[in-house]
């Protein structure tokens, strides 16, 4: 009898696990021989599950709480289990301990590019990002259909087997949703439901489901992207000819500012020699301000010819003066198809810089009687 006790108490009376990695999804009990004394003590914490394996079958599943394993509370593992020892001999069986709390911030994305039919741009490559959230909600079915024997399981390990679930429904979802590329900004709380509803079927079937999923960025590839910005940039800059007087200011202003860079060292010799000259040539203010002499006058601009499209007809070409006449007289307006040499293709004059402030001068039509 002592012998026995002895035996007895050689064998683990105390199940439980704590986990503090945050991203170990099974942990298996490890015990030598894999032997469990009949009444031990299994303690589950909320957030876990206990997987019972017996002898390669799976027995038991246990949610949160505290059991004493005993016949009484463990119906399939009496079945499975013949016991001939007045229910005092140890059993042998593996324990995983399964974390049921949620693995968030996981990442995905597309590796290559997606193909999609853009309304606005045609044929066009995007790329899409973003996080989820991953649960355990069967915890017997994610044993039998990911898990195996893995003594320890991690995130890792899950999203590695899913990932191309998720990429190939999101990448799917994109290219046919029909939303312009730049209006999926707008529409990504959308396509993330979307996307989330098509991968639910196929995790299901491994005992998961994705309770939080996030599209972070859809974006276009980086030569297209700076080709938009300029697109961009020449919407917001409007009249070409002021854009350029402002930016050749502001050049003028950063290399006065900087003496180290020899610009700014010509322009301050220059400014210098402007304020000498003013103080007249021994270096003293004259008695009478010197009349600054006029500047002398710009050399005469060559007068691009214009040909407007009317009826079918090309007409011109037209100088500047020309173009004057026929604003006033009504026969050019903004949407009057124009070209000129070096332009690509006919535009509305409404659209074109140089004509801009010319048609700004023509008064709008007279509001009706």
């Given amino acids: 009898m002592a012998l026995f006790d002895f035996l007895s108490g050689q064998f683990i009376d105390v199940i439980a696990w704590t986990d503090d990695t945050r991203d170990t999804v099974v942990w298996r009990f490890e015990r030598y021989g894999h032997e469990i004394k009949y009444g031990a003590k299994l303690t589950v914490r909320e957030g876990q599950a206990a997987v019972f394996v017996h002898e390669g079958q799976l027995a038991d599943v246990f949610g949160p709480g505290l059991y004493v394993l005993e016949t009484n509370n463990m119906p399939i593992m009496t ?5 001939t020892h007045g229910f005092q001999s140890p059993f042998k069986s593996e324990v995983y301990f399964v974390n049921t709390t949620r693995f968030t911030d996981q990442k995905w994305g597309t590796k290559n590019p997606v193909m ?9 490559r995007l790329r899409a990002f973003g996080t989820y959230a ?3 909600t069967d915890p017997a079915l994610f044993i039998k259909e990911i898990v195996g024997t893995d003594g320890e399981f991690t995130t890792d390990e899950v999203t590695n087997q899913i990932r191309n679930v998720v990429v190939q429904e999101a990448s799917r979802v994109l290219a046919g949703s029909g939303i312009p590329v730049l209006d999926m900004a707008a529409n990504t709380d959308d396509l ?4 989330r509803d098509a991968i639910e079927p196929t ?36 009249d070409l000819h002021r854009y350029t007087q ?22 301050g010799m220059g400014i210098g020699l402007g304020m000498a000259g003013a103080a007249g040539p021994w270096g003293r203010a004259p008695d009478q301000p010197a009349t600054q002499a006029a500047p002398p006058p710009p050399p005469p601009a060559t ?10 007809q090309t007409m011109g070409p037209y100088g500047a003066a020309d173009l004057q006449r026929l604003a006033r007289e009504g026969s050019l307006t903004r949407e009057t198809h124009v070209w000129t040499a070096g332009q690509d293709g006919w535009k509305r004059a409404g659209e074109v810089p140089a004509l801009t402030s010319l048609l700004s001068q023509v008064p709008p039509p007279p509001p009706p009687a």
């Avoid at 079945?79 to 016991?83: F, I, K, V």
């Avoid at 972070?216 to 938009?228: A, G, M």
């Avoid at 930016?247 to 020899?262: D, K, L, Q, V, Y």
């Avoid at 007068?303 to 499209?309: E, K, L, R, S």
């Fill in 303 to 312: 007068d691009a010819q214009w040909h407007i499209a009317e009826n079918g």
């Fill in 203 to 238: 995790i299901k079937d491994y005992g998961l489901t994705l309770p939080e999923f996030y599209i972070e960025n859809v974006s276009l590839p980086e030569e297209v992207e700076r080709v938009l910005d300029k697109r961009t940039s020449m919407g917001i800059v409007g």
């Fill in 192 to 195: 993330a439901r979307i996307v």
């Fill in 116 to 124: 999609c039919r853009d309304p606005e741009f045609g044929p066009v």
């Fill in 134 to 136: 991953l649960r355990v």
């Fill in 246 to 267: 402002f930016s050749t200011a502001e050049a003028m202003t950063r290399a006065a500012e900087n003496p180290s860079g020899g610009m700014g060292a010509g322009l």
């Fill in 79 to 83: 079945t499975l289990q013949h016991w």
